[in-house]
């Protein structure tokens, strides 16, 4: 390990996150400090229905803006399982159950300073039934569109979420593999 942890000191919690400082020793013998983020799991989920997709509109607060993304969030929970999450923020969201899911793989979310992964699944064979949106997402809003106009999105910036961008591209190798 390159880097050694000298001891850690929790600075924040909240329902959402936790913050930590860990005073470390680097391989060179320089000590320092590392601020880490701890978030419980999330899961990104890709809703398809043939050639078109699910995605949300909403409003998020850390960039001052709407952006448009796959469904996707967190419980605030150790004990979840990735699958029983994804499943419920697709319906939390956008009201779609999914009648068979695959696991697509699982990446980490930023970890140059938090540590936070998130679980990825496609969705498929959906119904609409009503959705359980939180407070924060009172004002989402559900978009269906064809694939060929979700990847100008992804090309021409309108999509900027990079959970969404990296979940697109484990479905497409998904998909290259399967044929």
Not at 31 to 48: H, L, N, R, T
Not at 59 to 85: A, I, N, S
Not at 124 to 129: I, K, P, V
Not at 132 to 161: N, P, S, W
Request: charged residues 35%.
């Amino acid at each position: 390990m390159s880097i050694k942890t000298l001891g850690t000191r929790e600075v924040y919690r909240n329902r959402w996150m936790r913050l930590r400082e860990d005073r470390i020793e680097r391989s060179n013998g320089v000590e320092g400090i590392y601020s880490v983020v701890d978030k419980d799991d999330c899961a990104v989920m890709i809703p398809i229905d043939g050639d078109c997709l699910y995605l949300v509109e909403q409003f998020r607060y850390t960039v001052q803006q709407r952006y448009t993304e796959f469904p996707q969030g967190g419980w605030e929970t150790t004990d979840v399982d990735p699958e029983e999450l994804a499943r419920g923020e697709l319906r939390e969201e956008t009201g779609l159950v999914a009648g068979k899911v695959v696991r697509l793989g699982m990446n980490w979310v930023a970890y140059g300073f938090a540590r936070q992964k998130q679980h990825i699944y496609l969705a498929m064979d959906l119904r609409q039934e009503s959705t359980d949106r939180d407070e924060e997402e009172h004002d989402l809003e559900v978009k269906k569109v064809k694939i060929a106009e979700f990847e100008q999105m992804l090309l021409d910036g309108t999509i900027e979420d990079m959970s969404t961008v990296a979940a697109w591209g484990m479905y497409r190798l998904w998909l290259e593999r399967r044929q």
